[in-house]
């Protein structure tokens, strides 16, 4: 029983020195917390790319937007059109090589990343998106 108790006190006190640390190193009240969320944009983003021949090439992914905190996370709710009208241009100028290469996968996530913040820069004075990422990623 009384080993319980003992880790019950150790418990708490590794649990809580965190929150002390973080207090004493604050200026003053004012606490800056990262706060990182996800946004999922919804449904799955699908578009057709540049295919040779008549033959038509899509891509179907699904986009999660990494941000800092709940404001930027609004942003984000609120532009979502913008940003997803983005990544479809994005991957709509994609060759197919670009899109079925898997090192390229990644330009083109990285592109997505810098031209939404951009866009969102000159909508709302800030860049939100500390990262996107392609939790899924599809083609034919």
């Known amino acids: 029983m009384w080993k319980r108790a003992l880790l ?17 190193s604050g200026q003053g009240t004012e606490k800056i917390k990262n706060d990182y969320q996800y946004f999922q944009l ?18 179907r992914i699904t986009v999660e937007l990494m941000v800092k905190s709940k404001s930027n ?8 059109p913008l940003i997803r009208d983005k990544i479809i241009s994005i991957l709509g100028q994609q060759t197919e090589a670009i899109v079925k290469s898997v090192t390229e996968r990644d330009g083109i996530r990285q592109r997505c990343l810098d031209e939404v913040n951009e866009l969102l820069y000159v909508e709302t004075g800030k860049k939100p998106l500390e990262d996107l990422l392609f939790t899924k990623y599809l083609y034919q």
Request: glycine share 4%; proline share 7%; net charge negative.
């Open 8 to 24: 019950c006190v150790l418990y708490l006190s590794f649990a809580s020195s965190p929150l002390l640390a973080e207090e004493e």
């Open 42 to 59: 919804e449904p799955d983003i699908i578009t057709n790319y540049i295919k040779p021949g008549k033959r038509i090439g899509f891509v």
């Open 73 to 80: 996370y609004a942003v984000i709710n609120e532009h979502e």
